[in-house]
């Protein structure tokens, strides 16, 4: 039976360790609980990422990790809440906890990338968990990828419309051009729905576009040369 400093290395958790552990060998289930190192004390307010050593209390956070072997692992972590002066008591802010949902961000990782091969209902299968469940974590998976990743400038841009049907009828759909990656999804075709692409560039990737793509539609016109 490994001890816990053999199971902290194993866990591999930057800046924490094991201080207890369950072996079910029933249910094939792992239990780890962990805590900061003592030289880890310096907390991260979620809130505004200030800098603190002052806690307000402390609470258990279950949340699942990838398996080890056939062992599903559940790992209870030392979560604080900090006295932080700008924003109050708030959590503190653990970057292997990347949500309120109750998985580690290696394991959303391994769902996302799974994902990327499968549909959801196949990995849903293949983690034990919930279609919907799969997808929530798709999508946190995706949006930490997009907001993580460099995005090439946008010079040449492309405009165009999809038919959706009767009822929502039009989609406004805004690509890069040099990597085909689309950029803007709003409904209807009015110059309000290219304009607020706009509004979210700033004056400097605005003054950056060299060329826009665009049918005759006279919406989208106005909207580009304004």
């Known amino acids: ?3 816990d400093n053999e199971f902290t290395r194993i866990l591999d958790w930057p800046g924490y360790r094991v201080y207890r552990h369950e072996i079910d060998e029933g249910t094939k289930a792992l239990k780890l609980w962990i805590r900061r190192k003592r030289g880890n004390q310096k907390l991260e307010c979620s809130g505004c990422g200030r800098k603190t050593t002052a806690i307000y209390d402390v609470n258990e956070r279950a949340v699942r990790d990838l398996p080890w072997s056939s062992y599903t692992a ?5 979560i604080y809440r900090v006295k932080c002066p700008d924003c109050g008591v708030r959590r503190e802010k653990v970057p292997l906890l990347p949500s309120k949902a109750p998985f580690s961000k290696r ?3 391994a769902v996302g990338l799974a994902c990327e091969m499968a549909s959801a209902r196949q990995v849903s299968r ?5 279609a919907s469940t799969v997808r929530a974590i798709d999508l946190r998976y995706l949006e930490r990828w997009d907001a993580s990743r460099r995005k090439p400038a946008l010079r040449h841009m492309g405009v165009d419309e999809i038919y ?3 009822k929502q009828k039009f ?24 304009d607020g692409f706009f509004q979210t560039l700033s004056p ?3 003054r950056g576009i060299e060329a826009a793509c665009v049918d005759m539609w006279e919406p989208f016109r106005l909207s580009i040369e304004h």
């Open 107 to 109: 394991f959303e990782d």
């Open 164 to 166: 959706l049907g009767k």
């Open 126 to 130: 293949q983690f034990g968990l919930s």
């Open 74 to 78: 559940t790992v209870f972590v030392e």
């Open 171 to 194: 989609l406004t759909v805004v690509c890069n051009l040099e990597t085909a990656e689309p950029l803007w999804l709003k409904s209807e075709r009015k110059k309000e729905s290219l």
């Open 204 to 206: 400097r990737q605005r």
């Open 1 to 3: 039976m490994p001890t």
